[in-house]
């Protein structure tokens, strides 16, 4: 028997609501198996809907206790009840009252939606459908409702009681019962109702808004870990702050939580006023969290933070305006992060996921607009494409408007869609509205799947000292579901550019097409024309990476080599050094031999460390790095082999570990933290430890011996855990007695530590040898891992598909079918997480023949089971399709 397919959910179907809730009282009697809920909704028909129509109310696994019509009976046959569904035939045309009482289980709630346990702590992930498994109701973004919650439980299990907006009562309910009552006076939908019952530990602030209100901001954590939640509260003061400076957002109730858990699907959630983390992005303290887990914390608390505004405030109408709430806030994060950062390196950052994660994503049978026509399963699209593309979309706008009209068109979007669940199409109205200027076009972005290429040709006349660049883009044309088959048509690409002479001096661009610093490609062909050049320029194109697209562009090692040491706009630098490394891996990969490539890289980066590295070692880290194996396979797009790619960037990062061997090592001496130095997690000490360790890295590509031995001190010496695992990743390639060692002494170290552990399954996971499939079926077996914990599953398998090419992709499809096991395992319990786990076969068709026939015949072998979740099943259906 074959799993049916979802049945698929179009744009174009949209249709209001027949019903609305303006208000929605909840009363929960929190108990671990038997929760009962009792919802009493004020409805009334919508205006905008089809009159008479039956109320048709979503439930999932629900079991229906009592229910109620205007305080009195429902007549017999009036209601039909499925787990799935609760019909009232013939609601009452004016305003009426139904009170639904349901009960379910909150231990037995492995898919962590709806309310469930973690670590014995109550909690809720409605996001997208899951207030549905809590109590029948209208669940769908454009349905607002005014919620009262009161949450009762046991005084010992639950002592502390959250809920959404602000705290109103509480007492004692009777023998060892206690309750708690919160209200919200901002209409939301469901998706952002939560609440929290359980033991946990608080930090506490305040935070006075520009409007005078005084917040109280706490962080909840479980009891013990208080010390290490600090900086996550930190990082919500400065979220507040930053949010009322750059974009005039205040906060709008009396208190803010923020509660880490430690078992989530996902990273964190937005509930008004109710923040719930995965504990990996709240926890920290020098001895467990590394500089990359202090800067997500401080970018995901951002992130929900400012939901308040671009997702509360203003939701969705339909899950498909999912980016209007994700592209636009991931959009506002980075910016947060610039600020509070480095706005070059942070960049980069941001660019380097991208290329890793989006690009693939958007090149393989899993690519869709960022705002998809149809889907079968939502929780599937949370996606690179929807969140990171999605925010290069609104970085184009500002781009295209400046940041002055930019800022207003924020403005007025706020204004005029405060308390709506709004369109794309709302969104960029307000921006024509201030600007003047018909987005019509721009809309594309949204609309179209694929990255788009650009090809650039310069031609230099001397006689007429005319420099001209011809652009060219091409689109991919991708036709499924998700994407609708239309032809794809030119969009609307800003082209941040400049001019290096061959010394250095930035050269004056003179063209009125080209204002402050951009130009903007909108047909498929088009050529600028720069005058007053008598001699050629290099150019410095895409500055900032000023679009999500792939520049083909002949610039040779020389001119490169001109950008990289000279060019005013440091992502172009770092670009130009991973543009001389690609070509380079890519001609080996190949078998081509570019040996003059490789040396005159490996001297362009002495000169570049020679020029002073010191001055900005975050920036300097970047510039050593190669591009990943993944890039590398994304670069060669088809027949890809993996081996061949590792091969040929192991060997690159020898030959340049080895030529700046002494500068490494005068590096590491330099950049050496005097003894004592106390711990500070500031993106300037991040900076000094990231460039030390990339030092590290490639001695020991260099001198694998001494790198394994300098490692191995460090892992045990290390202060703090950025070096300690740093050191430990640079074990990972250097098989023998010493990483064993190494690997086996951080185990223990940490067995009481599960996100620290999570580090140390992650690295293992990508051991690039044969054993490493054997190796991770032993660590499935280790007393700290669980596939019921999404964390443990992520840092084990979803590390093994994503960072381990050479293993994922083995020619024998053992790695296949060691993620294909746990896809399958996971399945039954938790479909979200191993939805999420398949998408790693996403890259399927880019390998080469015989690898291909692996991906292919384990695909077919779960998308044969019978039985599959919609998630799985959905996630099958498109890598294969
Ligand atoms: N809205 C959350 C965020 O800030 C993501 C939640 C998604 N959860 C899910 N089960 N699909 O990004
Ligand atoms: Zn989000």
């Known amino acids: 028997m074959r799993t049916e397919t979802p049945p698929v959910v179009r744009l174009a179907d949209y249709r209001p609501s027949d019903y609305l809730i303006d208000r929605v009282e909840l009363d929960v009697r929190l108990h671990p198996t038997e929760t009962r809920v009792t919802a009493t909704l004020a409805l009334r028909p919508n205006p905008a809907g089809i009159p008479g129509a039956p109320l048709v109310l979503d439930g999932d696994d629900l079991v229906l206790l009592a229910i109620s019509l205007d305080g009195g009976e429902t007549a017999p046959g009036a209601v039909a009840v499925t787990p799935r569904a609760l019909t009232l ?16 289980d909150p231990t037995a709630n492995t898919k962590l939606m709806g309310l469930y346990r973690s670590n014995g702590v109550y909690c809720t992930q409605c996001e997208a459908d899951g207030f549905r498994r809590i109590t029948y109701f209208l669940d769908r973004p454009d349905v607002l409702a005014v919620y009262t919650t009161r949450i009762e439980a046991d005084r010992d299990e639950a002592p502390v009681l959250l809920g959404n907006g602000n705290p109103v009562e509480s007492g004692s309910a009777g023998g060892n019962r206690h309750y708690a009552v919160w209200h ?13 019952g359980g033991r946990l530990g608080r930090v506490a602030s305040r935070f006075t808004t520009m409007e005078g209100r005084e917040v109280e901001i706490a962080v909840w954590v479980e009891p013990g870990k208080e010390g290490r939640a600090g900086y996550a509260l930190d990082a919500v003061a400065r979220s507040m702050a930053w949010d009322e400076r750059a974009f005039g957002r205040a906060y709008d109730l009396d208190v803010f939580n923020v509660v880490a858990v430690s078992d989530f699907n996902m990273g964190a959630m937005e509930n008004k006023g109710l923040n719930i983390f995965n504990d990996k992005y709240v926890l920290a303290s020098p001895d467990t969290a590394t500089d990359a887990d202090y800067a997500n914390i401080e970018a995901i608390i951002a992130h929900e933070y400012f939901h308040n505004w671009s997702g509360n405030r203003v939701t969705c109408r339909d899950w498909f305006q999912l980016c209007l709430k994700e592209g636009l806030t991931v959009f506002r994060d980075q910016e947060f992060s610039s600020d509070e950062r480095s706005r070059p390196v942070h960049r980069i950052a941001e660019v380097r996921t991208l290329r890793a994660r989006q690009f693939p994503e958007d090149a393989g049978p899993l690519a869709h607009p960022v705002r998809p026509q149809a889907y079968r399963e939502i929780n599937n699209f949370y996606t690179a494409t929807v969140y990171e593309k999605g925010a290069e979309i609104v970085r184009m706008l500002r781009t295209l408007l400046g940041a002055e009209v930019f800022r207003r068109g924020m403005d007025r979007y706020f204004a005029a869609c405060d308390g709506t669940a709004a369109t794309v199409e709302d969104f960029l109205a307000a921006f024509t509205a201030e600007s003047g200027r018909d987005l019509a076009d721009f809309a594309r972005w949204y609309a179209q799947a694929g990255t788009p290429t650009v090809a650039v040709e310069a031609r ?4 007429a000292a005319t420099y001209t660049l011809t652009f060219r883009q091409s689109l991919p044309a991708i036709a499924t579901e998700a994407t609708g088959g239309a032809r794809p048509l030119p969009l609307v690409i800003p082209v941040a550019l400049g001019l290096v002479a061959a010394d250095g001096a930035a050269v004056e661009v003179r063209s009125d ?3 402050d610093g951009v130009f903007v490609l909108d047909r498929e062909e088009d050529s600028l024309v720069l005058a007053g050049l008598t001699t050629a320029p290099v150019p410095s194109l895409f500055r900032g990476f000023s679009a999500p697209v792939k520049v083909v562009q002949d610039l040779g090692d020389a001119d490169r080599l001109v950008l990289l040491a000279r060019d005013a706009d440091p992502f172009n630098r770092w670009q130009a050094a991973q543009s001389l490394a690609m070509a380079v891996l890519t001609g080996r990969a190949a078998g081509r031999e570019t040996g003059a490539s490789g040396a ?6 002495a000169a570049f460390l020679e020029a002073g590295a010191l001055a900005d070692p975050a920036f300097a880290a970047l510039v050593l790095a190669l591009p990943s194996e993944t890039e590398i396979a994304q670069e060669i797009g088809r027949d890809v082999d993996p081996d061949a790619i590792r091969a040929a960037r192991e060997g690159l990062r020898a030959e340049i570990g080895t030529a700046l061997a002494p500068r490494l090592d005068a590096l590491r001496a330099a950049l050496a933290e005097p003894a004592g130095t106390p711990f500070s997690p500031d993106a300037a ?4 430890r990231a460039l030390r360790n990339a030092a590290l890295d490639l001695l020991a590509a260099a001198d694998p011996a001494r790198g394994a031995a300098l490692a191995a001190a460090q892992v045990e010496e290390a202060s703090n855990m950025t070096d300690r695992v740093a050191a430990l990743a640079v074990l990972v390639p250097l098989t023998g007695e010493t990483r064993e060692r190494g690997f086996a002494r951080f185990g223990a170290a940490y067995r009481d530590e599960p996100l620290v552990l999570d580090k140390w399954f992650a690295l293992q996971a990508t051991i690039p040898e044969p054993g490493t499939p054997e190796r991770l079926r032993g660590l499935m077996r280790h007393e700290a891992f669980s596939l019921a914990n999404p964390n443990r599953v992520r840092s084990l398998l979803g590390s093994f598909s994503l960072n381990n090419p050479t293993q994922f992709h083995r020619p024998d499809g053992a790695g296949y079918d060691l993620v294909a096991e746990v896809v399958l395992a996971l399945d039954g319990t938790n479909p979200q997480v191993a939805a999420r786990l398949l998408t790693a076969f996403g890259t399927w068709r880019m390998v080469e023949a015989g690898r291909r026939r692996q991906a292919e015949r384990v695909l077919r072998s779960i998308a044969a089971r019978p039985g599959l979740s919609p998630d799985v099943s959905d996630i099958a259906a498109r890598s294969l399709g």
Do not use: M
């Not at 035939?89 to 379910?104: G, N, S, W, Y």
């Not at 919200?184 to 929290?196: G, Q």
């Not at 230099?460 to 006689?463: C, E, L, M």
């Not at 005159?600 to 980066?605: I, R, V």
């Open 184 to 196: 919200d006076p901002h209409p939301k939908p469901a998706y952002l109702f939560a609440l929290v």
């Open 600 to 605: 005159a890289l490996a001297g362009a980066l």
């Open 513 to 515: 097409r080209v204002r």
């Open 685 to 688: 000490s991040a900076g000094r």
């Open 460 to 463: 230099h006349d001397g006689n």
């Open 89 to 104: 035939h013939q609601p009452p045309q004016r305003p009426f009252v139904l009170a639904i009482e349901t009960k379910l």
